[in-house]
T-cell receptor, first 116, second 117 residues
Framework: AQKITQTQPGMFVQEKEAVTLDCTYD???????LFWYKQPSSGEMIFLIY??????QNATEGRYSLNFQKARKSANLVISASQLGDSAMYFC?????????????FGKGTRLSVIA | GAVVSQHPSRVICKSGTSVKIECRSL??????MFWYRQFPKQSLMLMAT?????????EQGVEKDKFLINHASLTLSTLTVTSAHPEDSSFYIC?????????????FGQGTRLTVV
């Protein structure tokens, strides 16, 4: 079974608008972490935001916020005030357990295109 | 954040030859390193997990004799693609974590784009 599901292969957004990228996850581990990464065409993985399973508040990092709905097992990324430079692949990932020695499992990604 | 350096960033090799990819943690001791492979327009798939000083653990379907992983020191892990074939052409990327690194972090190298001709 898919541990991370990203149902939007591609998304378009107008510059300066907000966009939500969907992510649902599946785990029976009560301790887990959720990550979002941006991957431009160069291939590097750029960390955007992290949400821990026990975190009471939704994570925010500048223009990025994570809409964490634990009961629904969803961790949607919201990008506010989109910029042309936001055009890239976006991956949702999960690390089960709180150990840093556990690998991340990635979703299939969403390609975001920002239109001027 | 911590720095993980991966080299080379791009490599083209002939079919049948071997290619070595290095992953270095520059400012921390990487007790564990992960190697991922990403085919075009696809996600990152975990190939193997290596802990310093011990044998790597490979994911199902990954040939350990073809993808040799060595993690001999706390700052360096290498992935050697042996007898490379065109189907091994892919983007390979490493990730490192250390004993004192928070679980909220994951550090990636820049990736290596391998083309086998």
């Amino acid at each position: 079974a898919q541990k991370i599901t990203q149902t939007q292969p591609g998304m378009f957004v107008q510059e300066k608008e907000a966009v939500t990228l969907d992510c649902t996850y599946d785990t029976s581990d009560p301790s887990y972490g959720l990550f979002w990464y941006k991957q431009p065409s160069s291939g590097e993985m750029i960390f955007l935001i992290y949400q821990g399973s026990y975190d009471q508040q939704n994570a925010t990092e500048g223009r990025y916020s994570l809409n964490f709905q634990k009961a629904r097992k969803s961790a949607n990324l919201v990008i506010s005030a989109s910029q042309l430079g936001d055009s890239a692949m976006y991956f949702c990932a999960m690390r089960e357990s709180y150990s840093g020695n556990t690998p991340l499992v990635f979703g299939k990604g969403t390609r975001l295109s920002v239109i001027a | 954040g911590a720095v993980v350096s991966q080299h080379p960033s791009r490599v083209i090799c002939k079919s049948g030859t071997s290619v070595k990819i290095e992953c270095r943690s520059l400012d921390f001791q990487a007790t564990t390193m992960f190697w991922y492979r990403q085919f075009p327009k696809q996600s990152l798939m975990l190939m193997a997990t290596s802990n310093e000083g011990s044998k790597a653990t490979y994911e199902q379907g990954v040939e350990k004799d073809k993808f040799l992983i060595n993690h001999a020191s706390l700052t360096l892990s290498t992935l050697t693609v042996t007898s490379a074939h065109p189907e091994d052409s892919s983007f390979y990327i490493c990730s490192a974590t250390g004993e004192y690194k928070r679980n909220t972090e994951a550090f990636f190298g820049q990736g290596t784009r391998l083309t086998v001709v």
